[in-house]
């Protein structure tokens, strides 16, 4: 299963499920599709508006690839779990997003193909992609979380730094 997520800004993100529409019968995986406050009806997915939290994490678990914006919360779930995410990030210039931060999200990430990130920034390179990284499959699921373990270490450094 590719599952596909645009958040929860309230603006939509049509331009990205557009593309997902027309290739879904091109790719050989189910896709499923939250599309948050966008107005465009997908005719070849399924897809609902939103769900809970622990929804959504069941849904990143069970798949084989995540196809999202360029949402930090989605980065690190797909991550942590060890599932390739496709990024696609939403753009200023069409009304996606408030600001171009989820570009410079994408640039950063940009060259981390070994750890199952992968950016496009054109919908029409989304077939090519998808079916590269579904070739290619995915990684076993981290062993510990990186972030977290980094956050412990540097306030324990601290509060040894500020003992008398």
Do not use: W
């Not at 599952?3 to 997902?20: A, I, M, P, Q, W």
Request: charged residues 30%.
């Amino acid at each position: 299963m590719i599952f596909v997520t645009v958040g929860n800004d309230f603006r939509s993100f049509d331009r990205l499920l557009r593309k997902v529409d027309e290739i879904a019968p091109l790719i050989p995986e189910e896709m499923i599709v939250q599309r948050g406050y966008s107005t465009y009806l997908l005719r070849n997915t399924k897809q609902f508006d939103f769900v809970s939290m622990e929804e959504t994490v069941d849904y990143i678990r069970k798949s084989r690839l995540v196809v999202s914006h360029a949402g930090i919360g989605t980065v690190i779930l797909c991550r942590k779990y060890g599932i390739p995410l496709l990024i696609l990030p939403r753009r200023k210039i069409y009304g996606e997003h408030m600001n171009d931060h989820q570009m410079e999200i994408a640039k950063a990430l940009e060259n981390r193909e070994r750890d199952n990130l992968h950016v496009i920034y054109e919908e029409d390179q989304l077939e090519e992609k998808i079916l590269a990284v579904l070739k290619r499959g995915k990684n076993p699921a981290l062993q510990e979380d990186a972030g977290r373990t980094n956050l412990v270490r540097t306030i324990k450094g601290f509060i040894k730094a500020v003992e008398p």
